[in-house]
Each structure stands twice: as C-alpha cells, then as structure tokens.
C-alpha cells in the first residue's frame, strides 16, 4: 500500500525555472525522505526531514514539511537538464524502519 | 569505497523457472533490504535482513525467499516464476536502525 503520494504525476520544465512536486501522506510520521531516481535505475537518497523539523535545504533543494496537513514539498531552484529523474518520498512511521514509498513525480527539464 | 552492487544487471526467464539476484552492501552496512518496483511505481517493500535473518517482511508471498550470508551480502530468490514478477529489483543497505538507505542499480527482471 502506497502511505505517501507524489503530485503532480509528471512536471515539464524549462532549464533555470523552478521545480516543486507535493507529497502527502495518510498516518503520523517519524520522517520523510526524498529519493531521485534516474532512468529506472537505483534510487539517489537527497534529503530527509524529522517530524519534528520544518524545513531543510542541501544545496539547490530545499524540502518543507507540515505535519498538521500531512504534507511535504520538495522545491528543486534553477534547474539544470541533469535534474530530469523522478522523484519520491518515502515516509517512516511506528517503529518501523522501513520506509513506503510513493508512486514518484516524474520531472522533465529542458535545455 | 563501493557501493552497494548487485548483479546481474537483466535477466529473462520463463515463468515457473525460478531465480536468485545477488546484493553486496556498502562497506560498514549490516542490514539488507529488497524491493520490487513495478514499471510506473514507486518501490515495494519485500523483505529486510540483519545478522543473517529475516527481520521483517512485506506484503509478498512465500515464493519470494532471501538470505544474508556472514560477509552481510544478501541474495534474493523467487521461485515458479509468473508473468507479474516482471519488475526492477532493488537492494538497498544500511548500517542497522540506520535512517537512510543506500541504493544498489537494481536488476531488471522479465518473465515471459
């Protein structure tokens, strides 16, 4: 079962423009984590958010969390045409360790 | 220092057959998990191991069966083979409780 959900399905953008995709999830969280993944290939670990925290950036992304809606955005600025993957997040909850993952954004940026 | 490696990279097989992918882990990660990610999906949960036994597992069927060796690689066996089991196959390590995993290239499996 999916916990997390990525929106939108798919994004095209041009190079240098901005790039947000949402993920919402159903139950509490211990974490949220965003993965990229290029071509079908492994998944990239980018960044990952505690319940507790609201924000965080590395490098060019910045991720927001709010937990009393349930949601999480990943903000991807000035993009380049290596950034094309698709992206999910994947939220921990219980005592769980393992993360579920969304069905991903699929992220297209033009040169 | 290596990362997680996984091999073979494709496979075809046909359905009953039955097949074993093969994961090494990070240097310094004890805990191997697998996924299956279906084509348009996001990966499933299969099963995870440390100090060589199944510590929990997800939603698949018993055909689905892995073992982790002393050295903490892993393998991944799925037996009677069906067309549905058509799908990428991820390993991922990590050190153990630790809260990020670490992606092998994953092993592209067709059945026909």
């Known amino acids: 079962s999916q916990q997390g959900e990525e929106d939108p399905q798919a994004l095209s953008i041009q190079e240098g423009e901005n790039a947000t995709m949402n993920c919402s999830y159903k139950t509490s969280i211990n974490n949220l984590q965003w993965y990229r993944q290029n071509s079908g290939r492994g998944l990239v670990h980018l960044i990952l958010?505690?319940?507790?925290?609201r924000e965080k950036h590395s490098g060019r992304l910045r991720v927001t969390l709010d937990t009393s809606k349930k949601s999480s955005s990943l903000l991807i600025t000035a993009s380049r045409a290596a950034d094309t993957a698709s992206y999910f997040c994947?939220?921990?909850?219980?005592?769980?360790?393992?993360?579920?993952f969304g069905r991903g954004t699929s992220l297209i940026v033009h040169p | 220092d290596a990362g997680v490696t996984q091999s073979p990279t494709h496979l075809i097989k046909t359905r009953g057959q039955q097949v074993t992918l093969r994961c090494s882990p990070k240097s310094g990660h004890d805990t191997v998990s697998w996924y299956q990610q279906a084509l348009g999906q996001g990966p499933q949960f299969i099963f995870q191991?440390?100090?060589?036994?199944?510590?929990q597992r997800g939603n698949f069927p018993d055909r689905f069966s892995g073992h982790q060796f002393p050295n903490y690689s892993s393998e991944l066996n799925v037996n009677a083979l069906l067309l549905g089991d058509s799908a990428l196959y991820l390993c991922?390590?990590?050190?153990?409780?630790?809260?990020?995993?670490?992606f092998g290239p994953g092993t592209r499996l067709l059945v026909l």
């Open positions: 994947a939220t921990r909850t219980g005592g769980s360790y393992i993360p579920t």
């Open positions: 991922a390590s990590s050190p153990n409780r630790g809260e990020t995993q670490y």
């Open positions: 958010i505690r319940s507790n925290e």
């Open positions: 191991y440390y100090e060589e036994e199944e510590r």
